[in-house]
């Protein structure tokens, strides 16, 4: 499956978010859909993480409403090693009907905290790709875009390699993609090829003092004077090094794409599930932590980089599709626990309710993303409205494959048509293709088709 045949939200900006720790709909549907929808709307959202727990299957309707992409993990706690059972399977078919297509269902294998009984077992690796084969045709059988599993940020696993190595590269045939947590720590967007990592710049008493006298919880350089902290640039430079060195950093799509490049001899989407700069966070003395101000510039650079408005640094590759910052709320999102509040985008902590990101990025001009590759200017829109919809909110796009001729056609019918019994006028071959949700006015898109003849079903 090519990389353009994916579905994307309309308009994608490449700005994703990780909603919460907890129950998808614990504020209620009408705080979500009167406050949230309109918000991250504002601030450009297009893509939103959430757990599969009790309402996430009328929220993510609701986004798929909205024109926002949901991606729904199959949460199970300690998840390894064990595959889809039967409950799981009945809610992926249940949001698959919703017109759901990304799912999860792992998250960093790679960690004792993931696994029953809290250790991982020496043969961990391969237990983890066993049950990621088995899921991965759980899912695909079904209809679904299943993940291989992200791993832990700077983890060495080569889950994809190994699927390779167990001779089912055949599976990626098929609407795999790849999640990823692409935490940048407290590093900056261009890590490793920054100055600092490569030469050991130092910092400028302007720049240090700037930061120095932000007003926040914490201090940025943790007491360091500016002499400490350049030299510890100057003696732990990494001249040369590249992402395929140290990927703990934004730019860890890089490095799973030169191996999927290798395994596969292409890309396969990427997308991020967790992401972005944490407040406070200081893995790297060579840089400041992150202040709330740090976290702003950061955090608002990377969304120009996705949408390609980036005058600092070139715009997302193709297969990158999205960012999922964590964390949009917690305490306010209804979560019980406090122990992600620090990392909340919107927050009581924070002066307005919310970090000054928030109020920047609802500032920022918003645009959709341009595509790369080389059938960018081949790709065509599908939109329109369905008269007397009622019920059916679901549309099923299909390509028919034996018709020729030039342009981009579309055929309206009903999952009710007789087809013809005469083998001569039996309807052409179709291949499924997307499926979308009708708005509130009844309206349809389908974006990035390749050109050729469709059929659009209205199933009842």
């Known amino acids: 499956m090519e990389l353009h045949e994916y579905p994307r939200p309309i308009n994608d900006t490449g700005i994703g978010i990780h909603w919460t720790t907890g129950y998808a709909t614990a504020i209620g549907m009408r705080q979500i859909r009167d406050f949230w929808i309109p918000e991250m709307k504002s601030l450009g959202i297009k893509w939103v993480k959430i757990y599969n727990h009790d309402g996430a299957l009328d929220f993510a ?6 024109g926002l992409m949901p991606i729904v993990r199959i949460y199970r706690p300690t998840p390894n090693p064990s595959r889809l059972d039967v409950k799981d399977v009945v809610q992926i078919d249940a949001f698959l009907r919703s017109g759901v297509r990304y799912f999860e269902f792992n998250s960093e294998p790679d960690r004792d905290a993931e696994w029953k009984g809290g250790r991982m077992p020496a043969n961990g690796l391969n237990l983890v790709v066993e049950n990621t084969i088995a899921n991965l045709e759980i ?3 079904r209809g679904g875009m299943p993940a291989v599993p992200a791993v832990s940020s700077g983890s060495r696993w080569d889950i994809v390699g190994k699927i390779v190595a167990f001779g089912r590269k055949d599976l990626f045939a098929g609407p795999v993609w790849q999640a990823i947590h692409n935490y940048s720590r407290n590093r900056p967007l261009d890590y490793p090829y920054d100055i600092g990592n490569q030469e050991g710049a130092a910092y400028t008493y302007r720049f240090y003092q700037i930061v120095n006298e932000e007003e926040w919880q914490e201090n940025a350089w943790r007491g360091r004077s500016l002499e400490e902290v350049n030299r510890l640039r100057s003696d732990r430079t990494n001249p040369g090094a590249t992402v395929m060195d140290d990927h703990a950093c934004w730019l860890a799509y890089e490095y799973f794409d030169v191996l999927n490049q290798k395994h596969l001899g292409h890309s396969i989407p990427l997308l991020s599930t967790e992401c972005g700069y944490l407040i406070g966070e200081d893995v790297d003395p060579r840089y400041p932590a992150t202040s709330p101000d740090l976290h702003m510039a950061q955090t608002l650079e990377s969304c120009r980089i996705m949408m390609g408005t980036s005058q600092r640094f070139p715009a997302a590759p193709d297969y990158y599709f999205c960012t999922a910052s964590w964390l949009l709320g917690n305490a306010q999102l209804g979560s019980t626990s406090s122990w992600w509040e620090t990392h909340a985008w919107y927050s009581d902590r924070w002066q307005g309710g919310a970090l000054p990101l928030v109020f920047a990025l609802k500032s920022e001009p918003k645009v959709a993303r341009r595509w790369h590759g080389a059938v960018a200017d081949e790709l065509v829109s599908l939109y329109g409205t369905v008269a007397n919809a ?9 390509k028919e494959l034996s018709k020729a001729g030039e342009g981009t056609t579309v055929d309206l019918s009903t999952s009710g048509e007789k087809e013809p019994e005469d083998d001569a006028a039996a309807p052409p071959a179709r291949e ?5 949700t009708l708005d509130s006015s009844n309206t349809y898109r389908f974006d990035n088709l390749a050109p050729g003849n469709y059929l659009l079903r209205v199933p009842g």
């Open 61 to 66: 309707e609701l986004l798929l409403a909205e």
């Open 432 to 436: 499924e293709k997307a499926t979308a």
């Open 139 to 141: 899912i695909l059988e």
């Open 390 to 398: 009622g019920d059916c909110r679901t549309l099923v796009l299909y």
